[in-house]
């Protein structure tokens, strides 16, 4: 009986290991960088009427921590990371509303059109008021981002 509950009680172990996932949503994805505080979980999904340009661009929308057509509110001067699994849909920061690859901006960016990986941005008193994230393959996937001052 002690050896059944103990090749039991290894088996249950196992499987509680193999199943960890982690940290990422699907086991493939690397952890992201340990000294970078993550602010924006960016993934792509089908887009649904609770998206602002629900009939408008592509039929695939970024969504930002969950919720998909998020307008972003950036302060000038903070640094912020956006953690970013979207294949197929390479993610950048631009001054054009449509994407597709128009407008991206690289002042401030690091690790611009990305499709798994970190994106930074620093926005500085050279940004516009409003920056949009966006797709550079898809038109519309993403959305608006307001730049404020501190």
């Given at each position: 009986?002690?050896?059944?509950?103990?090749v039991f009680g290894i088996v249950i172990l196992f499987l509680g290991v193999?199943?960890?996932?982690?940290?990422?949503?699907?086991?493939?994805?690397?952890?992201?960088?340990?000294?970078?505080?993550?602010?924006?979980?960016?993934?792509?999904?089908?887009?649904?009427?609770?998206?602002?340009?629900?009939?408008?661009?592509?039929?695939?929308?970024?969504?930002?921590?969950?919720?998909?057509?998020?307008?972003?509110?950036?302060?000038?001067?903070?640094?912020?990371?956006?953690?970013?699994?979207t294949p197929s849909h390479p993610f950048y920061i631009s001054?054009?509303?449509?994407?597709?690859?128009?407008?991206?901006?690289?002042?401030?960016?690091?690790?611009?059109?990305?499709?798994?990986?970190?994106?930074?941005?620093?926005?500085?008193?050279?940004?516009?008021?409003?920056?949009?994230?966006?797709?550079?393959?898809?038109?519309?996937?993403?959305?608006?981002?307001?730049?404020?001052?501190?």
């Amino acid at each position: 009986m002690k050896r059944i509950m103990y090749v039991f009680g290894i088996v249950i172990l196992f499987l509680g290991v193999s199943c960890s996932s982690g940290g990422d949503d699907d086991g493939m994805m690397p952890d992201p960088d340990p000294d970078l505080e993550i602010d924006f979980t960016i993934r792509a999904a089908a887009k649904t009427s609770s998206h602002p340009l629900a009939n408008d661009g592509h039929s695939v929308a970024y969504t930002v921590n969950g919720g998909e057509g998020v307008t972003l509110e950036l302060i000038r001067g903070t640094k912020y990371v956006f953690d970013i699994n979207t294949p197929s849909h390479p993610f950048y920061i631009s001054t054009d509303e449509t994407g597709v690859g128009a407008g991206e901006l690289t002042n401030g960016v690091t690790g611009s059109m990305t499709q798994n990986g970190t994106l930074t941005f620093t926005p500085n008193s050279s940004h516009p008021n409003i920056l949009y994230y966006q797709c550079s393959v898809h038109p519309k996937m993403g959305y608006i981002i307001n730049v404020v001052d501190p």
